[in-house]
């Protein structure tokens, strides 16, 4: 048994329902949300699967009231693999400090989803960065299983976005919701006992942040545009 609590300790195992009580949850600014949510707000230390059947219906509006409140903290926030440019200014608009914001776009010549995942493990061991958000439309059960591993070993909330078919995979996420049009969010997995119901909750809807149609495309061919604004790209 002692040869198991060393390993325990050392984060060598991966304790995928194992309490986090000492680490309080990042506020949504959604209060009935975090109402839903075990310790008050988006979990830290551990990994978010945020699901949604089509790009556009307010994911982004969803998570900016945590990242502004971070990043205004002087909290670091890494953006992975997003599947379009960020729109800097209206990040800022949102409130959220770009001083404090970095983008990490995977190269186009190597495998991405590898350099990816890679790429969050290592942001995630670094211990300099309080939230991490990537985009994975695939992504198996070991692979989030390596990415919990390295969430667990510091305090920072990991938010994954991911299509709604993956709700059909088994996760080592704790805490699983889908956003649906108007607003919808139903929580699939958390912590504690299941959800009763779905939530309605009034998104707020700033300028397009991330998205097709929100930004010209000779601005999303370069990424200089994007460094001239504030906001750091690295490839």
Same mark, same amino acid.
């Given at each position: 048994?002692?040869? +198991? @609590? @060393?390993?325990?300790?050392?984060?060598?195992?991966?304790?995928?329902?194992?309490?986090?009580?000492?680490?309080?949850?990042?506020?949504?600014?959604?209060?009935?949300? @975090?109402? &839903?949510?075990?310790?008050?707000?988006?979990?830290?230390?551990?990994?978010?699967?945020?699901?949604?059947?089509?790009?556009?219906?307010?994911?982004?509006?969803?998570?900016?009231?945590?990242?502004?409140?971070?990043?205004?903290?002087?909290?670091?926030?890494?953006?992975?693999?997003?599947?379009?440019?960020?729109?800097?200014?209206?990040?800022?608009?949102?409130?959220?400090?770009?001083?404090?914001?970095?983008?990490?776009?995977?190269?186009?010549?190597?495998?991405?989803?590898?350099?990816?995942?890679?790429?969050?493990?290592?942001?995630?061991?670094?211990?300099?960065?309080?939230?991490?958000?990537?985009?994975?439309?695939?992504?198996?059960? @070991? &692979?989030?299983?390596?990415?919990?591993?390295?969430?667990?070993?510091?305090?920072?909330?990991?938010? +994954?976005?991911?299509?709604?078919?993956?709700?059909?995979?088994?996760?080592?996420?704790?805490?699983?919701?889908?956003?649906?049009?108007?607003?919808?969010?139903?929580?699939?997995?958390?912590?504690?006992?299941?959800?009763?119901?779905? +939530?309605?909750?009034?998104?707020?809807?700033?300028?397009?942040?991330?998205?097709?149609?929100?930004?010209?495309v000779a601005a999303a061919a370069r990424p200089r545009a994007a460094r001239r604004v504030g906001l750091p790209v690295h490839a």
């Amino acid at each position: 048994m002692a040869a +198991l @609590d @060393d390993l325990l300790e050392q984060h060598a195992v991966w304790r995928g329902g194992a309490p986090q009580g000492a680490l309080p949850g990042v506020p949504t600014g959604y209060q009935a949300l @975090d109402f &839903e949510l075990p310790g008050g707000g988006w979990p830290t230390g551990a990994l978010t699967e945020i699901l949604s059947g089509q790009e556009g219906i307010g994911e982004l509006e969803l998570v900016l009231p945590a990242l502004a409140r971070l990043s205004w903290a002087g909290r670091r926030v890494v953006w992975l693999a997003p599947p379009h440019l960020p729109y800097a200014p209206a990040l800022a608009a949102a409130g959220v400090n770009l001083a404090n914001l970095a983008v990490v776009r995977p190269s186009l010549r190597a495998p991405g989803r590898r350099d990816a995942l890679w790429a969050a493990e290592q942001v995630l061991r670094s211990g300099s960065c309080h939230a991490l958000l990537g985009w994975f439309r695939r992504a198996g059960y @070991d &692979e989030l299983r390596r990415l919990a591993v390295a969430a667990e070993g510091g305090a920072a909330w990991v938010a +994954l976005f991911r299509p709604a078919i993956a709700a059909t995979e088994s996760s080592p996420a704790c805490l699983r919701l889908t956003l649906e049009p108007e607003g919808v969010v139903r929580i699939l997995k958390r912590r504690g006992a299941p959800a009763a119901a779905p +939530l309605r909750l009034a998104l707020k809807r700033p300028v397009h942040a991330l998205g097709r149609t929100s930004l010209p495309v000779a601005a999303a061919a370069r990424p200089r545009a994007a460094r001239r604004v504030g906001l750091p790209v690295h490839a």
